[in-house]
């Protein structure tokens, strides 16, 4: 059972660099989300998606994308990477809706020098 | 806003203890408050609550919501050095498809 996979584990950027962080589920899951962790602060939601071609934002959108084209996919855009996107992120899953137990990847620690 | 407080942010105590870990949260349209122990890596789940006053139970593990007083407590008996982690807690809603989680209470067992 592989569940939520996220690629790649450690990755280190320049500012205004751009990159997708990838997350994949395998247990046919309608809703995805991705959080950031910072200390101190928890995990916050940048984006969630509902289902194949349905994506809303969470509380910390900004400077980053999604899209939801399959229903095992959603992958995370940064779009001109900043220092304060240096941060761990981890995709999540559940069967159809937040309220319900999510499943979370192992997380990608990004650095943004 | 919705938010969702845990205290304490951290507590050491000694193995065989038991420890109350608490959360507080103000969320509109509350549908569930989830537990989840995160050690080095991914949160995994611990429990889901949506009814005041139902005890669940796991091994060790036990939590319970109060919905009046919105609040939820989990409580730990006889910790082990294995139950250190940062514990989070969420309150989910029925209107928005979001979690708010809370940002955790660290949890070290000692020898």
Redesign the interface.
């Known amino acids: 059972n592989a569940g939520?996979t996220q690629t790649p584990k450690f990755q280190v950027l320049k500012t205004g660099q751009s990159m997708t962080l990838q997350c994949a589920q395998d247990m046919n899951h309608e809703?995805m989300?991705w959080?950031r962790q910072d200390p101190?602060?928890?995990?916050?939601?940048i984006h969630?998606s509902?289902g194949a071609g349905i994506t809303?934002q969470?509380?910390v959108p900004n400077g980053y994308n999604v899209s939801r084209s399959t229903t095992e996919d959603f992958p995370l855009r940064l779009l001109s990477a900043a220092p304060s996107q240096t941060s761990v992120y981890?995709c999540a899953s559940s069967y159809t809706?937040?309220?319900?137990?999510?499943?979370?990847?192992?997380?990608t620690r990004l650095s943004i020098l | 806003e919705d938010k969702?407080v845990q205290s304490p942010l951290s507590l050491v105590v000694h193995e065989g203890d038991t420890v109350t870990l608490n959360c507080s949260y103000e969320v509109t349209n509350f549908?569930?408050l989830?537990w989840y122990k995160q050690e080095k890596?991914?949160?995994?789940?611990l429990f889901?609550l949506t009814s005041s006053g139902i005890e669940k139970k796991s091994g060790r593990l036990s939590s319970i919501l109060d919905k009046k007083e919105l609040f939820s407590i989990l409580n730990i008996t006889a910790t082990q050095t294995g139950d250190s982690a940062v514990y989070?807690c969420?309150a989910?809603?029925?209107t928005?498809?979001?979690?708010t989680?809370?940002?955790?209470t660290r949890l070290q067992v000692t020898l």
Do not use: N
């Open positions: 939520v809703y989300s959080y101190g602060m928890g995990l916050r939601l969630y509902v809303d969470g509380e981890f809706q937040a309220s319900q137990p999510q499943h979370f990847g192992d997380g | 969702v549908r569930s989830l890596k991914a949160p995994t789940f889901m989070l969420a989910g809603t029925g928005a498809s979001k979690l989680f809370g940002t955790g």
